[in-house]
């Protein structure tokens, strides 16, 4: 058997796409395992999570370092020790820098709740739901120097219903996170991820060309 593909994972808040991947990896779904989790919020109950999953975890503060760029170097160095194959965004509210994404070229991902390129940046539940789009839902992608720029890999979409705020909708966009981000690592640990540009190629795929979505949906 091939060699579990190594996570090194960062996230900020309570790491509920966190625990989507664990599940996933527990199950034998996702030949993977996460390293290390690094988070730079002393407080996020992801922390909680790996303790529970013997996942180890370290606490990197910003205050404690002068520069943005030192701050992200520290998180280069911890996982560079540990000798992870792939950068996993979820719930970062940083936006990693240059140097970051120089060590990792190809090789960090995150997720999004929202169908890029549009509505990227934060809030973009609710911003949805205000713009009176038919249809919103999650994308993961590719990290690149841009703010939710970088090559897109899968996203899922969700209707948005009349009345929608941002919390109905995140709660059912969320859904989706959890599954395509898994679905997201095993296709890299597959390697079947092919960057061209701005388009990821996934190798072995058949798409169904009949496939749509009408919102509203149409008579009979």
Known sequence: MTRKLRIGALASGGGSNIQSIIDHIESGKLHAEIVILLSDN???????RADRHGIPHRVIRPDDFKEKDDHDLAMVLALKETGVDLVVLAGYMRVISPVFIADFPGRIMNIHPALLPSFPGLHVQQKAADHGVRFSGCTVHFVDEGTDTGPIIIQA??????????ETLG???????HRIYPEAIRLFSENRLKIQGRHV????HTQDTDQSLINPSLPG
Request: proline letters at 11%; hydrophobic letters at 45%; zero cysteines.
């Open 42 to 48: 002393p407080e996020a109950g992801v922390l909680q």
């Open 201 to 204: 190629r996934i190798l072995g």
């Open 171 to 177: 709660a059912r966009i969320l859904k989706q996170e």
């Open 157 to 166: 979409v969700v209707p948005v219903l009349p009345g929608d705020t941002g």
